[in-house]
Every structure is written in structure tokens, then in C-alpha cells.
């Protein structure tokens, strides 16, 4: 049904909250109230997330008026997907989407750098980087119409770096030609051939196809989009559109700073009728929110209209904390008080951050909290599902590689394949089974895989059938082989039935991926794909947003929060340098040339004012700063309620400053010190710098805007809102493993430690022996304790700084083939050096030496009378009068005796010092010393051997007094270390009376935001 006297197009522009995607759902409704069918109407959308978002609000708008007015909705990108598919030439042709796109760009750039005169050197040519970067540039150009002969022959004559723009030139017309000749297209540039194909074709066929089209946020719309809008419409087609340039985020994609003439431009014929609406008009925005937002407005020169203002009470606050990790448990505290009082539903909660590292770690802190988050089981199959594929490509890999490999390469590459090994057979196994085996194998020194060529996995020859059966196709066929290791090893069947059905999604649609990516790889450059290129399409696959319904707290990237509401807001992570981001510039060509590839593209192409050329490699710092500002703004206006705001001031141990946009959206009375004046206010308080009035810092907490600070904690609950469901796999035993495996396994005190901070790392560091570290740490401490032996060998007299310099140029010689590379060689060698040049300045270099790695096993009875072997090895022996101190060497930084004492036992009135870590290395090596030889010792020491700290290679030191002697605040008592006995055999008892590992208790240890070479297998951790 054709639309009867034809309104004026619209235009409608409002600021945030002011309703602007209501009035495009109204007209939607007005139109099908009209006789307008839906399937007529077509909702445009930048992406699938607003795909997703706007889909919702109109079912919402059809459930309340009793009918459906949902349209046809689809991207731009979509709509030109179909007008190709329709056409008569350019119909059949296949599409390489942009994970294939950058590894076709990878191998063009392979193939010409032979030829290159600016990019040669071989690291640029391997960089995934570089090759991203690349693919980038040519998407930018497609994006302004600019094909490979017009790059080559109109703009870059004569500009600067005209070797780099030649190669570049170079790869885009290979680029091109493997395009034609494979008869396939790639998605980046779909939009330029859809008008191509409009304009070769008469287009009143798609003109006359819809009676009503409605875009959203065209302020994030390229030119190419507008363009396409524009074809679109005909004659009789009615045009909504709404937009608000104060809210584009999205000018580093090529987004047009003045959209709406750009439009108006491209449809002379067509009249436009512009509506602003108003702030007087009722918005979603309490008055504190929306005052936050205009003042930031205005201070950062933004634009726009004002925002959406309602009557609806509401409250903004801003959080302080130390750390980032701090800042999440304090945002969980809140979430979990709002729930438990009930006041707000998890689904009208949101959380941004501006980094995606951040995003991921508020996602798993509030999944293992117990909170429910959005997407959290979606996000996990795919997390689960990518490392189980991860998984086989790393084991398969290895065993096609591991004779070509050098040595040190191959033994670091054989502990990986043993890791991803043991996370493939313990999805199918239970622990215990996985313990025996592994116990098994090493009893007879070997492992799961072994360096030889001819392998056995011993009881799992199922397993080492299918591996021999995936080899097979691994080099002609890789997705074959990895199909063939899924089901014939039965991970598939057991995944179905052990796992949540999100990771069979997952695993499904990684495997749809891989295929669509390697069937378009195959036509274009005529090879399947490599097993790296397999690992990046995963890495890419596994890095794409998804946009799962459902209830629970949305945790959003501040570029997802586009058109998304919510009750209430946290904004985390205001800290310098996180928000505003530093500007991140390509390396592909230096600033000057992109400021002139702008200008040339300009005049040369004619490009329309407002639109920025060549806008993803952004070089000015105010236009970055600019986008930064709008991205903050979009980000202040999602909450309809409550608006938190926090932020860090540490960061990896080093202080940083508030975020600069924190100056504005503070009270008006109040401004923003600078780092100095914090320092000099002698205030407990971490935002010191903030000062009413003036600068200077605040000498009390009256009237101060922070809610939460160091000097004025958070009292809301810290206990967790519900226990959250076990995501271990069942046991087949109750059977304490160790018992099993081992009655007298031998325990030290790294192992005592190791279970006291992690259960779980305990069975599989301890137990199962799987690698942890980078084989390198391991052999640059095995090094320095070779080299510390063989100098305090040496006569005191006969040391000097020429010796110790010749002991470790031996000792490194020696190992040399050991490690990674030369470059692993040099930078653990120099820091060898500087570490014991600096232990040479120190009074302890020549001091006689009675022992040097003195191994002993002791037996320590437990209360019910069973002995324990414990094990140790002391570093360094030397004599204390007639008595003896040990030392034990340390790679880091070493705290006062004081702190030494303290980390030993815990007596009463230490309660309130007590320290995180306990140490009992020491008074182990006491009482092996004093049982195995019979002599007495004076002192218990550290050592460290860190050139870095200050002051450097320091040596604390604790005295062991009689029991008659009174203890001190740097002394233990002989009785002390009795006690420190028993406490061990005691606990050597419950170790190995426990039937699993799980935490101890719950989840202790088990923050998985941060560093745990296990969080992959560990049944304790939920990350997303």
C-alpha cells in the first residue's frame, strides 16, 4: 500500500533521554495504524546490537497496543547484502567476512613484501598487527570511494613517505585482484558495490519496496550509510530519522560530523521538516543526573540539546578507591545491597567500563559474587568453548612440530602440549582417574606426552588412536582433524551431557565460523587455513560481542552503552589514563603523511564537508579528547535513577590520578587539585586534591562529595548475595587423592603454602606436576642458585668482582641452548649481572660459608601419632658464633624483620598485624637443620637479590632465643618453633585426608581476575 500524500522527511533531533527512539516507535505505530503493513517498513540500524536493542522497544510498543508493528529491522550492511544478491551482476558472488579479510590481507602482504621498498623487514610482514592495521587502511579507503588505480594515480603522488604509500598501494591492488579472480567480495566494502549496483541498474525496484524506512543514531552513520539511506528512498517513501551529533561516538569509524545535511544534500528534491525536541518535554533523567550531564556538556564544549529532564527523584555519587580490584568489590557491596533490599531488579542494573580488560574483570568478580549477569552463560560457553579448540590446535601442533623445534623451543613447547593435553582429558575424566594416570606415568618418568616421536598415553588408548587418526589429516585437512579428536575421544558427547548448553552453542557457532572463514580463504587464495590463522579466526571469533537477553546486571563497554537504560548506572574505572583513553595512533604511517593523504583526499575526491577522511587514523589529540568527551556524556545519560561513579589511584603499584572528566561532574564548589597539591595536603583521605572553593585540599571529611574513600570506608555488607551453584564436575570417588595416589607423599613448604592460598593449584601444581611458568623463570633461578654455590665455594679473600663475573658467564654458557631465544639469553644474563654485582657491595659477600643447597627430610608426628616426611633445601649456611643462621635467597623485594617474624606464627597480640602471606620456609629449614645435623641456630634470614629495590640486596634477619628469653618483636623462642612443628604435621593430616581440592574454604584464592596459570582447567573458577 503506497503512502498517500507524502509528509516531509524527518528529522528529529533531541538530546539523550529526551525520547528520541519513542518518537521513531510512535511513527513506526502511526504508520501501521494507518494500513501501512510492517513487512513494508524497514528499521535501519548501525549494528546488531541497536538491532537487538530497537527490536525490543517495539515489541514492547506491540504488546501494549495489542498488535504487532514490528518492521523488517536490518544493518546497512544487510540491506546491501540483499541488493547484491538481487542483482543480475553482481548476484552468486561469494563474501569473505572481515576475519578472513585480514588473513587474506596477511598473506597478499607475504606475497609482495619481497617487492616492498618501505615495509621489507620480516617482523612487520609476521605482525598480526601490522596486517590488522593494513586491512584497516583499505577499509578506510572503500569507505570514502577510493579504489586501488584512484589511491595510486590521484592521491598519494608526491605526499610524504612515498615508499610506504607505494607498498601499501601495492597490497590493495593484490588485495583487489584476488578478490575478482576468486569472483567474492568482502563485507568492509559492501555498502560502496551495493551503490555501484543501484547505479548500474534502474533502482526504482528497491525505491518502491518500502512505504516507511526509520533510522536511529544516524550520527553514527558513515557517509557510505547516508548514501545508501538516500537510495533507498523514493519518490512516495516516508523518512524518519533521529540523531543528536553531541552523542557520536563512533567519528573514529568515519562517522559524518553533520549527518543531516549530508542527507538534505543527497535528496535535493525531497523537503525536510526538522523537529528539536525539547527539554521542557518529560525525559527519563532525575534532576541531579541531568545536571551532571549539561555542566559536563558545557565544560567540554559537546553541543547539542539538553538532555531529557523528568520530575522522578534520583541521586548521582562518586566512589574512591585504591585499586581497581578494590573498586570492583566495592561496585559488587552496592549491587548486592540493592538486591537483597530489593529496590532494584538485576536487569535495571547496569556497569561500563571503557576498557574491554575492565569489562571482563566486572563480569566474572559479579558471576562468582553469585550476582546474575547478562549474557554471563553465553559468554562462558564461548569462553569454555574457544579454549577447548585452542586446546586440540595447541597438542596437534606440537606433535606436527616437535622434531623441527630447537631444544629449549621444543621443551617449552612440550610442557604447553602436556597443559592443553590434561584440560582435553579431564572434561572427560574425573579427577581422580586424571591423578592415577598422571601418577602412574611419572612413576616411570614420563608423561602424558613424551618428547619422542612414537607416544603413548598408556590407559587412554582411545585417546592416542584419535590423535594418530587427526595427525593423519592435520596437514591437508586441519578442521577434519580437529573434528576427528571431538567426537572420536567422546569431548562431544560428553559436553552435551556434563556442560551447560551454552558451550555446545558455542562450539558450534566457533565451528560455523571457522568453516564460513576457511571455504572463502580457500577460494581466494587457494589453500586451507593454517593452524595460526585457525588460532587468530578463534582468538577473533571468541572476541566478537554477543547480545544475549535475559535477566541480570548488564556489564557493558562504554560503546555498547548506546541507546541502553537503566535504573541505575555504575561507571567504573575514572582514573587517569583509562578515561580518556590514550590515544592510540596506528604505526602504519607517520602523522604528517595521514594529515596530508586528508587534505589530498579532499580536494581530489571532492569529499563533503563534514565528513572526515581517513577518520580511523586519527592524528590530532583535541579531535581524540573530543570523541572521549561525547563517549563520557553518552555514558552519564543511561541511568534513569542512580549514577555511580569511581575511581582507582593505584595501577600495577604506581599512583594515578583521577580521570580529568571527574573535575566537572563534581559540585560546582568543588575543583580538582593537581598531583602536587594532593601530596602536599597531610590528609588520609586519597581525593585530598579536592578543595571547596579553592585549591589547596580539604582539611576534614564534612561536606565532602566522596561517598566512599580510604579515610572513610564502605559500611554496606561484603557477604555475598547467594551461594552460587557448583560448576565442578561430579566425582566418581570420594577417596582423599592423595591417600590414594600416595600415603607418605612428601610434603615442603612451598607445597604447605601452595594449599593454604589455593587447594586447587595445590592438586595440580603439586600433584600432577603440570607446568606453571615460562620454563625460562624456572631456569634463571635454577642459574643464580648455581652461581651463588659455586662463589661462596670460593675463600672469602679469593672474591672478588672480576671472579663473580667469571662464574656467571660459565654457568650461562653452560645453558645457553636452554633458553627461548638469544634475546631471553641477553635480558636474563644482564639481570643475573646487575643482581650479583649489586650482592657483591654488600657486607655478606664475604662471609664464610658452611653449607651451600642443603637438602634434609625430617618426620613431624601428628597428634594421633603418624609421622609426615617434609622435605626442603636450604640455600646458604653460615656461621653465627658457635651457632649457625640460614639464608634464603630471594629474587624480590624483602620486607624488616619485624614483617619477617611476624609471617612465621602468630601470637596474640599480632592479630592486628597479622600478614597476608604466612611463611614457614624458615622454621622448616630450622628444625631440618637442627634434627639432621644436631646444631643450633642463631638466625633465620632472607636475602634478596634485586638490584631494583631499594635498599638493594638487603638481608633481614630473625632471632631464635631459648625459651627462657623473653621474644621480641624480631625473635621467635625454640618453644615457638615446636609449635610451628606440630601446626605442620597437623595440617599434613588434613591434606591428606581431603577427598578433592576445591577451595578452602569456598573459593578461596579463587579471583580469577587475576593471574592463574590454571584458570583454564580449574573447576573453581567461572570466568566469562
Not at 522522578?312 to 585504591?322: F, I, K, N
Not at 622435605?871 to 624488616?896: E, L, N, T
Not at 606440630?982 to 593471574?1011: D, N, S, V, W
Amino acid at each position: 500500500m503506497q503512502v498517500r500524500g507524502v509528509k516531509p522527511a524527518q528529522l528529529i533531533r533531541g538530546g539523550p533521554g529526551s525520547g528520541k527512539t519513542s518518537h521513531l516507535v510512535e511513527a513506526v505505530a502511526e504508520a501501521v495504524g494507518e494500513g501501512i503493513s510492517p513487512a513494508r517498513i524497514l528499521w535501519l540500524t548501525l549494528d546488531r546490537a541497536a538491532q537487538y536493542q530497537q527490536r525490543a522497544w517495539l515489541s514492547r510498543r506491540s504488546a501494549e497496543i495489542g498488535r504487532s508493528i514490528i518492521p523488517v529491522i536490518e544493518t546497512y550492511e544487510d540491506i546491501a547484502r540483499q541488493i547484491l544478491e538481487e542483482s543480475p551482476r553482481y548476484g552468486g558472488r561469494g563474501i569473505i567476512r572481515p576475519h578472513g579479510e585480514r588473513l587474506l590481507v596477511g598473506e597478499v602482504i607475504r606475497e609482495v613484501t619481497s617487492s616492498a621498498r618501505y615495509y621489507r623487514a620480516e617482523a612487520i610482514r609476521t605482525s598480526p598487527q601490522f596486517r590488522d592495521d593494513v586491512a584497516d587502511f583499505i577499509a578506510e579507503l572503500k569507505r570514502y570511494k577510493i579504489d586501488a588505480r584512484t589511491f595510486r594515480y590521484e592521491v598519494i603522488p608526491q605526499l610524504p613517505q612515498a615508499e610506504a604509500l607505494a607498498d601499501l598501494a601495492d597490497i590493495y591492488e593484490r588485495y583487489q585482484q584476488r578478490l575478482r579472480e576468486a569472483d567474492i567480495y568482502d563485507l568492509r566494502g559492501i555498502i560502496w558495490l551495493a551503490l555501484l549496483a543501484l547505479e548500474d541498474e534502474a533502482p526504482t525496484t528497491w525505491q518502491s519496496r518500502y512505504d516507511l524506512i526509520v533510522a536511529d543514531d544516524l550520527q553514527d552513520a558513515t557517509a557510505l550509510q547516508i548514501e545508501l539511506l538516500a537510495a533507498l528512498c523514493g519518490p512516495q517513501t516516508g523518512l524518519v530519522v533521529a540523531y543528536e551529533p553531541a552523542q557520536a561516538i563512533y567519528r573514529f569509524r568515519g562517522a559524518v560530523e553533520d549527518p543531516a545535511a549530508l542527507l538534505c544534500s543527497l535528496m535535493p528534491d525531497r523537503s525536510f521538516s526538522h523537529h528539536n525536541i525539547q527539554a521542557s518535554q518529560p525525559g527519563r533523567m532525575p534532576p541531579p543526573i541531568a545536571r551532571i550531564a549539561q555542566r559536563f556538556a558545557q565544560d567540554w564544549e559537546i553541543g547539542g540539546l539538553l538532555v531529557g529532564r523528568c520530575e522522578a527523584s534520583g541521586d548521582s555519587s562518586l566512589c574512591v578507591y585504591h585499586t581497581f580490584a578494590e573498586e570492583l568489590v566495592g561496585v559488587g557491596d552496592q549491587i548486592i545491597e540493592l538486591l537483597r533490599q530489593r529496590k532494584h531488579a538485576p536487569e535495571q542494573i547496569a556497569v561500563i567500563a571503557r576498557s574491554s580488560e575492565q569489562v571482563e574483570a566486572a563480569r566474572q568478580h559479579l558471576a562468582q559474587r553469585g550476582i546474575p549477569v547478562c549474557g554471563q552463560e553465553a559468554a562462558a560457553g564461548m569462553w569454555t568453548a574457544s579454549n577447548l579448540l585452542n586446546n586440540i590446535v595447541t597438542l596437534l601442533v606440537y606433535l606436527r612440530e616437535r622434531d623441527r623445534y630447537p631444544t629449549a623451543q621444543r621443551q617449552r613447547e612440550l610442557m604447553q602440549a602436556n597443559l592443553a593435553l590434561y584440560r582435553l582429558i579431564s572434561t572427560t575424566e574425573d579427577d581422580l582417574a586424571v591423578a592415577k594416570l598422571c601418577r602412574n606415568l611419572q612413576q616411570r618418568r614420563k608423561f602424558l606426552l613424551a618428547e619422542q616421536s612414537n607416544f603413548s598415553l598408556g590407559l587412554l588408548n582411545d585417546w592416542a588412536e584419535a590423535i594418530k587418526e587427526a595427525l593423519g589429516l592435520a596437514e591437508e585437512q586441519p578442521l577434519a582433524a580437529m573434528r576427528v579428536l571431538l567426537k572420536r575421544t567422546g569431548l562431544l558427547r560428553k559436553i552435551s551431557v556434563n556442560m551447560p548448553p551454552e558451550v555446545g552453542q558455542a562450539l558450534a557457532a566457533l565451528f560455523k565460523n571457522l568453516e564460513e572463514v576457511n571455504k572463502a580463504f580457500v577460494k581466494v587464495a587457494n589453500k586451507s587455513l593454517s593452524w595460526e590463522q585457525i588460532r587468530s579466526v578463534i582468538e577473533l571469533s571468541r572476541q566478537q560481542p554477543f547480545f544475549a537477553g535475559g535477566g541480570g546486571v548488564k556489564v557493558l563497554l562504554a560503546h555498547e552503552a548506546r541507546g541502553v537504560e537503566a535504573e541505575v548506572v555504575y561507571l567504573l574505572g575514572l582514573s587517569e589514563g583509562a578515561f580518556p583513553a590514550r590515544v592510540a595512533n596506528s604505526q602504519l604511517l607517520a602523522e604528517e603523511t595521514i594529515k596530508a593523504l586528508r587534505e589530498r583526499a579532499r580536494q581530489q575526491l571532492s569529499i563533503p564537508t563534514g565528513v572526515l577522511p581517513l577518520a580511523h587514523f586519527s592524528d590530532v589529540t583535541g579531535e581524540a579528547r573530543a570523541e572521549e568527551a561525547r563517549l563520557f556524556y553518552n555514558c552519564l545519560t543511561r541511568a534513569t535513577k542512580k549514577l555511580v561513579i569511581s575511581c582507582h589511584l593505584e595501577e600495577d603499584g604506581a599512583e594515578v590520578g583521577p580521570s580529568e572528566f571527574l573535575a566537572t561532574v563534581l559540585p560546582v564548589d568543588f575543583v580538582l587539585g593537581s598531583v602536587d597539591e594532593q601530596r602536599s595536603v597531610d590528609f588520609e583521605c586519597v581525593f585530598g586534591g579536592l578543595a571547596k572553593q579553592a585549591r589547596g585540599g580539604r582539611v576534614s571529611h564534612q561536606d565532602c562529595p566522596v561517598t566512599l574513600c580510604v579515610g572513610r570506608p564502605s559500611q554496606l555488607a561484603d557477604q555475598e548475595l547467594c551461594e552460587p551453584e557448583p560448576v565442578s564436575r561430579p566425582r566418581s570417588s570420594t577417596v582423599p587423592i592423595l591417600a590414594e595416589l600416595v600415603p607418605d607423599w612428601p610434603l615442603s613448604a612451598s607445597s604447605i603454602n601452595r594449599y593454604l592460598s589455593c587447594p586447587r593449584r595445590f592438586f595440580f601444581e603439586k600433584l600432577l606436576n603440570l607446568p606453571t611458568e615460562d620454563p625460562a623463570v624456572f631456569l634463571y633461578g635454577n642459574l643464580i642458585h648455581q652461581i651463588m654455590a659455586l662463589v661462596n665455594q670460593l675463600p672469602p679473600v679469593q672474591r672478588t668482582q672480576q671472579q663473580i663475573q667469571e662464574v656467571i658467564d660459565q654457568v650461562f654458557a653452560q645453558h645457553r641452548d636452554e633458553f627461548a631465544s638469544p634475546y631471553s639469553y641477553q635480558v636474563y644474563y644482564t639481570q643475573a649481572r646487575r643482581a650479583l654485582q649489586a650482592y657483591a657491595e654488600t657486607d655478606f659477600f664475604t662471609e664464610e660459608s658452611l653449607a651451600q643447597e642443603r637438602c634434609f627430610a625430617i618426620r613431624l608426628t601428628d597428634g594421633d601419632g603418624k609421622a609426615h616426611l617434609f622435605r626442603g633445601r636450604i640455600d646458604h649456611v653460615v656461621p653465627d658464633g658457635d651457632q649457625v643462621a640460614i639464608v634464603d635467597y630471594k629474587s624480590g623485594k624483602v620486607d624488616g624483620a619485624a614483617a619477617l617474624r611476624r609471617s612465621f606464627c602468630y601470637r596474640a597480640d599480632d592479630t592486628a598485624k597479622e600478614p597476608s602471606e604466612k611463611n614457614y620456609q624458615l622454621p622448616l629449614y630450622a628444625l631440618g637443620w637442627q634434627k639432621t645435623t644436631g646444631g643450633r641456630v642463631r638466625r633465620l634470614c632472607l636475602q634478596s637479590l634485586n638490584p631494583t629495590v631499594s635498599p638493594p640486596c638487603r638481608r633481614s634477619c630473625v632471632e631464635v632465643v631459648s625459651d627462657s628469653e623473653p621474644p621480641g618483636g624480631e625473635s621467635i623462642t625454640t618453644e615457638e618453633l615446636e609449635a610451628i612443628a606440630r601446626y605442620l604435621a597437623e595440617l599434613a593430616r588434613t591434606i591428606k585426608q581431603r577427598p578433592g581440592f576445591e577451595g578452602h574454604p569456598p573459593r578461596e584464592g579463587c579471583t580469577t581476575y587475576f593471574a592463574c596459570p590454571y584458570v583454564l582447567i580449574c573447576s573453581e573458577a567461572e570466568p566469562s
